[in-house]
């Protein structure tokens, strides 16, 4: 488990809020932050990346919803979100995994918006 005093409103959220992942959104998950050289923890039953500073910027909820850290000056653009987006702590933000496959965008820049997002939470948690 981490411990690093930035992650303890994350951690205290992730126990209150419990939850399973699908296999296919935790697998995302994992490849993503592996990409930035991030590792993978699961606290709580949720698929969640640690940059190497030891903080949690991102981790995985339910079948489709990916959550991030928001870094100082926020993302370099606001993502849609189809339908009602998840409560989640305050200072991170839902993101629909699948956004490409479900908005009016082609899936190559939906992809890209989501891995703009991951590079950007893992980049922002200081």
């Not at 910027?57 to 009602?84: C, K, M, N, S, W």
Request: proline share 6%; with cysteine.
């Amino acid at each position: 488990m981490v411990n690093h005093d930035a992650n303890a409103d994350v951690l205290a959220w992730l126990q209150d809020h419990p939850g399973g992942v699908h296999p296919d959104l935790a697998d995302f998950v994992r490849e993503s932050g592996a990409a930035l050289g991030a590792r993978c923890e699961e606290p709580h039953g949720h698929a969640s990346l640690v940059n190497d500073r030891g903080i949690v910027f991102a981790y995985a909820q339910g079948t489709h919803i990916v959550v991030f850290r928001i870094p100082d000056g926020g993302f370099h653009r606001e993502l849609p979100f189809q339908g009602d987006a998840p409560r989640v702590p305050r200072g991170w933000v839902a993101t629909d995994a699948w956004l490409g496959s479900r908005m009016d965008w082609n899936v190559r820049a939906g992809d890209a918006a989501v891995q703009e997002r991951f590079f950007a939470a893992a980049l922002g948690a200081v």
